[in-house]
T-cell receptor
Framework: GAVVSQHPSWVICKSGTSVKIECRSLDFQATTMFWYRQFPKQSLMLMATSNEGSKATYEQGVEKDKFLINHASLTLSTLTVTSAHPEDSSFYIC????????????FGQGTRLTVV | GNSVTQMEGPVTLSEEAFLTINCTYT??????LFWYVQYPGEGLQLLLK?????DKGSNKGFEATYRKETTSFHLEKGSVQVSDSAVYFCASILTGGGNKLTFGTGTQLKVEL
């Protein structure tokens, strides 16, 4: 199947700094990319949906100024956690879908963010 | 709106045991249903899916049947292997709802020799 690569796999940062997470579709063009957040023993929570070349659509309750999403090309989307705080510590997962009506999405391996 | 409820884990089984992981859904329409699997250190992979009532999805010995009357999509496998140890996510998507997946909380399966 298609491969989605997420980088880094884990990151530790200090409070107040910003962290960028990359999501790449390696062998297909991703029209749409999704960013999820997963708390321990909880389901994946959709944070935002991004379509290449347009602004991301954020889910209710997700701060767009804190979680900056850029989808500048058909193979790359980035999530930047700005001014990170310990409560932002979580597991972040991206997924990518090819085409608008194709419902199958391919997932990255996730990024474990720890803010100290 | 959409929601998915699946049994909590971890589920610990001996090799060759029968597996059932329950999943039920609520939706305002008729969603497509999925099971994803996440092996340690890897991303989520689609395991199987069903798009309408009475459809049966199957892959790698796993099966799940879309039951509209009980709003369920339980995952089953007749004989599990150690290599099946992973976290399993049930998910639904309602076409026309922005094609957004709604996930259950995930169930960790541990298979022991």
């Amino acid at each position: 199947g298609a491969v989605v690569s997420q980088h880094p796999s884990w990151v530790i940062c200090k409070s107040g700094t910003s962290v960028k997470i990359e999501c790449r579709s390696l062998d297909f063009q991703a029209t749409t990319m999704f960013w999820y957040r997963q708390f321990p023993k909880q389901s994946l929570m959709l944070m935002a949906t991004s379509n290449e070349g347009s602004k991301a659509t954020y889910e209710q309750g997700v701060e767009k100024d804190k979680f900056l999403i850029n989808h500048a090309s058909l193979t790359l989307s980035t999530l930047t956690v700005t001014s990170a705080h310990p409560e932002d510590s979580s597991f972040y997962i991206c997924s990518a879908r090819q085409g608008l009506m194709n419902t199958e999405a391919f997932f990255g391996q996730g990024t474990r963010l720890t803010v100290v | 709106g959409n929601s998915v409820t699946q049994m909590e884990g971890p589920v610990t089984l001996s090799e060759e045991a029968f597996l059932t992981i329950n999943c039920t859904y609520t939706a305002t329409g008729y969603p497509s249903l999925f099971w994803y699997v996440q092996y340690p250190g890897e991303g989520l992979q689609l395991l199987l899916k069903a798009t309408k009532a009475d459809d049966k999805g199957s892959n790698k010995g796993f099966e799940a049947t879309y039951r509209k009357e009980t709003t369920s999509f339980h995952l089953e496998k007749g004989s599990v292997q150690v290599s099946d140890s992973a976290v399993y996510f049930c998910a639904s998507i309602l076409t026309g709802g922005g094609n957004k997946l709604t996930f259950g909380t995930g169930t960790q399966l541990k298979v022991e020799l």
